[in-house]
């Protein structure tokens, strides 16, 4: 049987088609496989990926806002470690909490980040950034590394960013335990701002300091 030259080709395109895809599917479970990035690495890979995101969404305008928030959670959630830096936040208080405050305090601390840093996003004008080779210190509960990143606006000033990165052996990936922006301590500053909330509501606040930190919009600056 004569098979059309046109079917042969499209068949052919076809299955090169699906050859290409299979490639690209292992070449993205060897990627998946790979040891971690380096820490320097993952910071340029996820402010690579950040600013992608914001041309995207002023691409799209206001409409893509949620999706701009959603997709900024999803990456700080492979990248920040919630529950450590939640247990600092915490501070004295998280001896007396139970697992299911911490758990719950661990998850609206992580929302409440990623909204009002994928404000921050969009507030600034960023135009551009460098991420310098880290410093990196073996520590008793792994590796310890903090990658410094400068970041200049549309008014050529410049911002100093320092990630504080953790992690447990060298096969788990980096993830952020602490943020210092221009000399702001972050973790101090949310350690704080707790402490405060704490006080002022008085014996027993917990459930409602936790409860209420996903209406957190303001931080005070404390160096």
């Not at 042969?8 to 088609?17: D, H, I, L, N, Y």
């Not at 903090?146 to 788990?172: F, Q």
């Not at 014996?203 to 957190?216: E, M, Q």
């Amino acid at each position: 049987m004569k098979v059309d030259s046109r079917w042969r080709q499209a068949t052919c395109s076809a299955w090169t088609r699906f050859v290409l895809c299979l490639l690209l599917s292992l070449g993205g479970l060897q990627a998946v496989q790979a040891e971690p990035l380096a820490a320097d690495g993952l910071v340029r890979q996820e402010a690579a990926a950040l600013f992608q995101a914001i041309d995207r969404y002023r691409e799209q305008g206001p409409e893509a806002l949620e999706a701009f928030y959603g997709e900024v959670q999803l990456r700080m959630d492979a990248f920040v470690d919630y529950d450590a830096i939640a247990q600092g936040v915490m501070g004295a208080h998280f001896a007396g909490a139970t697992s299911e405050q911490r758990a719950r305090f661990s998850r609206n601390f992580g929302e409440a980040l990623g909204r009002k840093y994928a404000k921050a996003l969009l507030a600034f004008k960023f135009e551009a950034y460098e991420v310098q080779p880290p410093r990196a210190q073996a520590v008793p509960s792994g590796e310890r590394s903090a990658v410094v990143m400068t970041l200049s606006d549309d008014n050529k000033r410049s911002y100093t960013v320092v990630y504080d990165m953790v992690r447990p052996d060298g096969a788990a990936p980096w993830r952020v335990r602490n943020v210092i922006v221009d000399g702001v301590n972050f973790g101090r500053t949310y350690r704080n701002q707790f402490a405060s909330a704490m006080e002022s509501r008085g014996p027993g606040a917990l459930d409602s300091v936790i409860d209420a930190w996903l209406g957190t919009d303001e931080t005070e600056e404390d160096g």
